[in-house]
């Protein structure tokens, strides 16, 4: 047990004072020494090695009392009180408190019984308040996530500007956007137009016309397979970065993201990078006198397959 | 505490005041609970980070608070308000800047802390939570790059933003939804700036006050590790209250990374590029440079196709940070000397040299894109 304050104090041959102060280590968080009141003759600090038994009442050291009396007097300075001190835990390791310092539980407050059901009572009425809300706020904060798509057609430039056969040509568009409460904006996009090759488009098409369909699985568009001219979103497929025509060292002109160097022929066909799949064809058409017009589709990055979200 | 000078004739007005609240409050016995705390074999170097990161913050939430005097939320507007606070409000390119070189600073401050308190062993037992919350605050930093990065509305800000997100929604079965919930729609636009300024100012600067609060009343129930050799008696010889020492290394730290952000700030000020738009011309995206070697990482062909991508940018940054959350829990040796834990010195070693690597090849990587 520790040493209690007020505790007498006896060396080997007679009772010295009582302890008055103890000191403890703060990093140990262990009493390293007593402060013993010699009977008027001032104060000595006896470290605790000296100690040989505490009792609840007595504190017996080894030293006599004349080596005791022999020690330096104690220097109140060197030390500070505990509540100036910041100590971690300190009442689980110190316990020399003469008794108890106590205050009355009140009187209506000792029925244990309805202490637990207003504890209770506190978390039903939480929760009462809580719950419902739940749902509105997750509606509230839901209402822009999911818009439907928009499948009207967009007049990207004349067909005159593609000059050359599978060649990417990028053709940039404004799209008009009206975001919820916002003013009509216009947004600056882009695609990528190819005048395929039949060989490129027997790449691209597999020798089957393409159907694009809506979220309800309606027809909304088919590009026929022997139609030259074949449009890629501007979204690259791996993480949705714009990608470029480019000249490569060894795989000559191709489609090339800057971000994460995913490379694709001019049929949309991945050469090399980390792109999961080819490039998206959009729907398109081509009218006699050369307006091209796409349906501005995006397609979700990063997945095998497509999946449209704009 | 009764050594109070009483309120007496000679008392000055700021000694009155003093009394006046200390007999309320007790400041003087706060003062010296925060002030007297053991650093058990003394003041280090090794300690400044966290008081500094606490610095850091406070110049972030000021800078912060400034900049919205003048920038405005909307896709119509942030990037012309933001351009406006560069070029025409007096030293506003230097508040904007010192503030986009904090977060840099914040970053790297992290790292910092984090590997001395690893290296350290302090996150051992019985500073587990301690280290729990670090990690929710290192998460939370994160996030504050992300998010403040797409204020301006710029090219750069956008395709950080759209790459970032698109990553978001790799995460299995609640990707699409988390994504779309960031972005406020399928593509970025109003909502998602208007979602990102909302988390940027509230929801992390009060998530990340809380938790700082928690991070230092935790550390105060524990109290400091101190250094990972010395037997008692030569820790308690070197033992030192936090104050004046340790906290005036702190402060020499502090005035350190002060003068680097604003060196920073002042030589490199932040330059726009064009505003933001699906179509990003001749730029090539890329994110901030703490970012960079998991966006360089992402290039390599082992991590191509749909589940390359999902080890390379979910499963993997996952697997580590379930593995740094279940650290101090599958790691009980008390050993802390990290010359006696060779798997963690290793463990250390080569994340950072990875990280390294992988940025510094994200950088040569840029003059062969050109």
Not at chain 1, 44 to 69: D, H, I, K, N, P
Not at chain 1, 278 to 293: F, K, T, W
Not at chain 2, 241 to 270: L, N, T
Request: glycine share 8%; proline share 6%.
């Amino acid at each position: 047990m520790q040493p209690q304050l007020k505790s007498k104090v006896r060396c080997a041959d007679r009772e010295v004072g009582e302890v008055s102060k103890i000191i403890m280590d703060p990093l140990s968080h262990e009493v390293s020494h007593l402060v013993v009141s010699m009977n008027g003759a001032g104060e000595r600090q006896v470290s605790m090695g000296a100690v040989q038994t505490v009792t609840s009442e007595l504190v017996q050291l080894r030293s006599s009392s004349s080596e005791v009396m022999g020690l330096p007097p104690f220097k109140r300075d060197d030390y500070v009180t505990v509540h100036e001190v910041e100590i971690p835990g300190l009442e689980k390791h110190i316990h020399v408190t003469p008794g108890e310092v106590l205050v009355p539980f009140p009187e209506l407050e000792r029925n244990v019984k309805r202490r637990t059901f207003f504890a209770k009572l506190t978390y039903v009425t939480g929760l009462f308040i809580g719950l419902p809300l739940v749902f509105p706020v997750v509606k509230f904060l839901m209402k822009p996530m999911y818009a439907p798509l928009d499948n009207g057609w967009l007049k990207i430039g004349n067909i005159g500007k593609v000059k050359a056969e599978d060649v990417g040509t990028q053709f940039q568009y404004n799209r008009i956007v009206k975001e919820v409460y916002m003013p009509e904006a216009e947004v600056e996009k882009n695609v990528w137009l190819v005048k395929a090759t039949p060989a490129v488009l027997e790449k691209v098409y597999q020798g089957k016309d393409r159907e694009f369909r809506d979220a309800a699985g309606k027809a909304i568009w088919t590009n026929k397979k022997d139609m030259p001219y074949i449009a890629f979103s501007g979204k690259c497929p791996h993480l949705g970065c714009a990608y470029k025509w480019r000249k490569h060292k060894m795989l000559g002109q191709v489609f090339l993201c800057p971000c994460h160097l995913s490379i694709y022929d001019a049929s949309g066909k991945v050469l090399d990078g980390p792109a999961p799949r080819p490039l998206d064809l959009l729907p398109i058409q081509v009218s006699a006198n050369g307006d091209v017009q796409i349906i501005d589709m995006e397609f979700k990055a990063g997945t095998n397959s497509q999946t449209r979200i704009v | 505490m009764n050594d109070t000078p009483s309120a007496g004739a000679q008392s000055t007005v700021a000694e009155k005041v003093f009394t006046f609240v200390d007999e309320r409050v007790g400041l003087k016995l706060l003062a010296a609970k925060m002030l007297n705390e053991s650093v058990p074999g003394g003041s280090r170097w090794a300690y400044v980070f966290g008081s500094i990161l606490l610095f850091i913050f406070s110049m972030q939430a000021v800078t912060g608070v400034l900049l919205m005097f003048y920038y405005v939320p909307t896709a119509d507007h942030a990037y012309d308000s933001t351009q406006y606070i560069l070029h025409n409000v007096d030293y506003g390119w230097f508040l904007l800047s010192y503030h986009f070189w904090g977060s840099s600073a914040m970053v790297l401050c992290v790292f910092a802390h984090m590997s001395q308190v690893f290296l350290w062993g302090a996150y051992k037992k019985p500073r587990e939570l301690i280290w729990l919350v670090g990690l929710a605050l290192f998460a939370l930093v994160m996030a504050f790059g992300f998010t403040g990065y797409l204020l301006p509305w710029d090219q750069r800000a956008y395709w950080a933003t759209t790459v970032g997100v698109e990553i978001v929604d790799k995460v299995p079965v609640l990707g699409d939804f988390m994504a779309r919930f960031l972005k406020g729609g399928a593509t970025p636009g109003q909502m998602t700036l208007s979602r990102f300024f909302v988390i940027h100012v509230m929801v992390l600067p009060a998530s990340l006050i809380a938790l700082a609060g928690l991070h230092l009343f935790l550390f105060r129930c524990a109290g400091p590790a101190g250094p990972f050799r010395g037997t008692p008696t030569e820790l308690k010889a070197k033992t030192d209250y936090f104050f004046p020492r340790q906290i005036w290394k702190d402060v020499v730290g502090m005035a350190v990374v002060f003068a680097c952000i604003s060196a920073m700030a002042f030589w490199e000020p932040v330059v726009l590029l064009e505003e933001a738009t699906p179509d990003p011309g001749d730029y090539h995206p890329e994110p901030e440079w703490y970012f960079l070697f998991m966006f360089q990482h992402l290039r390599l062909k082992m991590f191509s196709g749909e589940f390359g991508q999902f080890l390379a940018s979910i499963a993997l940054p996952g697997a580590l940070g379930v593995v740094l959350i279940l650290l101090p829990f599958f790691d009980r040796n008390p050993e802390r000397n990290i010359f006696k834990r060779p798997v963690a010195l290793i463990g250390w070693v080569m994340l950072t040299a990875s990280i390294l690597l992988f940025t510094v090849s994200a950088i040569i990587n840029r003059s062969f894109l050109d």
